[in-house]
């Protein structure tokens, strides 16, 4: 994510009520201001919104500056401040900056310029900070990595790579089964890159159709198509400078895979319906649940796009592939829904916990954490059972163990099944990696029960 000073609210705090106003206007072309008379109105206004910057004189009646930076950093202390004050002794700026403000600035202030450029650096220091937080959160605060990842050798293997090509340049192609962490792995590379102060940016190409993946990419000019009412930029150039994810790259057409190639090779793009070539400078990570070189055997995907982004391939395994993480991960998201609810501290009792290792996870880490949190807001105890984990679970480890399915019950699932992806297919028309989005199934599960309904999701395109 990329540090934008414009993102951030302001509060000048200052009786006097004409440097109020100068400061206020000046500062107001670029950050989003507030203004309040008295150290009681700033605390009323802190209290009522979000801000993460107080610049605050320190002489004022009443309450004072550094009465207001104390009551500031007791219950905000998050929030930045900034003392501009022409009275304060020596002792009380010092008093100040012990109390918490980070910089100080005398009146008159000569130069608004370089009030502004202090206030940027205050709060890009502030953004650092916040950074290195999330990405603790994100990477789970872990010496070894991610408990969200695991701590199977398959996964230490996998994050060690990372660590060695994150920091480089190098074009990624991410490959792995639908719902193994494709794009929070992207994030964790970015995260890890030269690039991380600089925005990341996804997309996920099998989603949209191609005339609207080309615009939402390259950006379009307006009056290039209907609907295109005004000029926008694509994600190349809002990545400018970052890293653009294109996850399931290979469900686009060779048209596309075209024009996407030559962006790669020239590090130019022309938006639709423009005449201008425009520089981009991104670091690309690609990602697929799809062979891609089956695909381009097959002649869906190009084979020079392939080998221009197999440059790095990592292989991300899939849950069932390494079940002794599956309990560290399950708890790890446990303790996120309690926190997320509100809800007392919960723990897997020990059937549970067998039938979580046992099952197949077909939808990996999507479907873990999507069951977890069923099983947690059903939960009325303070043990996860087998019966709070979602249905399916009881019924093949229950039901499905004694069943003995007859003809008819077969023909009346199947045709059900029928009726359901037909029905999802056609609202979505024909997209399946949509259909297998709202199924709550993984892709490949999808393409294989459409194959055995003979159901062809390519009648369904253009649909409604």
């Given at each position: ?11 000048l ?31 009323d206004?802190l209290s009522a ?16 500056g550094?009465q207001?930076?104390?009551?500031i ?16 002794t ?11 403000a980070?910089?100080?600035?005398m009146?008159?202030v ?15 220091k502030?953004?650092?900070q916040?950074?290195n937080r999330r ?12 408990k ?22 190098t ?15 992207a ?8 690039r991380?102060?600089?925005k990341f ?6 989603a ?8 939402t ?7 290039a ?9 694509g994600?190349?150039?809002e ?11 290979s469900?686009t ?13 020239r590090?130019?793009i022309?938006n639709?319906?423009g005449?201008?070539?425009?520089s ?5 990570i690609?990602?697929?649940n799809?062979?891609?070189r089956?695909a381009?055997?097959e002649g869906?995907f190009?084979?020079d ?8 391939n990592?292989q991300?395994p899939?849950l ?8 560290m991960m ?7 829904v309690c ?8 723990s897997?009792?020990q ?5 979580l ?9 999507r ?12 939960c009325?105890g ?17 039901t499905f163990?004694c069943l ?7 023909i ?6 029928r009726i ?7 609202k979505?028309?024909g997209?399946v990696?949509i259909t297998a989005?709202d ?13 055995s309904l ?5 009648k369904?395109?253009?649909?409604n």
């Amino acid at each position: 994510m990329k540090f934008n000073a414009g993102n951030y609210r302001l509060l000048l705090v200052d009786d006097d009520v004409a440097a109020l106003e100068l400061f206020t206007e000046y500062l107001g072309s670029e950050f989003r201001v507030d203004a309040a008379s008295s150290a009681q109105e700033a605390l009323d206004k802190l209290s009522a919104g979000e801000y993460h910057l107080v610049i605050t004189d320190l002489v004022m009646p009443g309450m004072d500056g550094l009465q207001l930076i104390e009551a500031i950093k007791d219950k905000w202390e998050d929030i930045a401040i900034i003392v501009i004050s022409g009275q304060a002794t020596v002792r009380t700026a010092v008093d100040a900056m012990k109390a918490g403000a980070e910089e100080l600035v005398m009146k008159p202030v000569s130069d608004l310029d370089l009030l502004a450029i202090l206030i940027r650096r205050v709060l890009h220091k502030k953004w650092l900070q916040s950074e290195n937080r999330r990405l603790n959160d994100l990477l789970g605060n872990d010496e070894s990595g991610s408990k969200i990842l695991g701590s199977s050798k398959e996964m230490q293997n996998l994050l060690s790579k990372i660590n060695k090509i994150a920091p480089l340049e190098t074009t990624i192609l991410l490959t792995g089964e639908t719902g193994v962490g494709k794009s929070f792995l992207a994030q964790i590379i970015h995260e890890k890159s030269q690039r991380r102060e600089h925005k990341f940016v996804s997309i996920n190409c099998g989603a949209l159709t191609e005339t609207l993946l080309e615009s939402t990419l390259f950006g379009h000019k307006r009056g290039a198509f209907t609907g295109a009412v005004k000029d926008k930029i694509g994600l190349f150039e809002e990545a400018n400078g970052g890293t653009l994810f294109l996850d399931e790259v290979s469900e686009t057409s060779g048209s596309f895979q075209v024009k996407l190639l030559n962006a790669i090779e020239r590090g130019f793009i022309r938006n639709v319906g423009g005449e201008k070539e425009i520089s981009v400078d991104v670091r690309l990570i690609f990602a697929t649940n799809r062979d891609l070189r089956k695909a381009v055997d097959e002649g869906s995907f190009r084979k020079d796009l392939f080998f221009r982004i197999n440059v790095i391939n990592l292989q991300i395994p899939s849950l069932k592939e390494r079940k002794e993480d599956i309990l560290m991960m399950a708890k790890v998201f446990l303790h996120e829904v309690c926190e997320k609810y509100n809800l007392p501290k919960l723990s897997f009792s020990q059937k549970a916990s067998q039938i979580l290792r046992e099952n197949k996870w077909e939808g990996n880490i999507r479907e873990l954490k999507n069951s977890i949190e069923h099983a947690a807001v059903m939960c009325d105890g303070d043990k996860i059972l087998p019966e709070h984990l979602p249905d399916h679970f009881n019924q093949e480890n229950d039901t499905f163990e004694c069943l003995q399915e007859g003809d008819g019950y077969k023909i009346a699932r199947e045709n059900f099944e029928r009726i359901y992806f037909e029905n999802l297919l056609r609202k979505n028309r024909g997209n399946v990696t949509i259909t297998a989005r709202d199924s709550g199934l993984a892709r490949q599960c999808v393409y294989r029960k459409l194959e055995s309904l003979g159901i062809d999701p390519q009648k369904h395109r253009g649909a409604n």
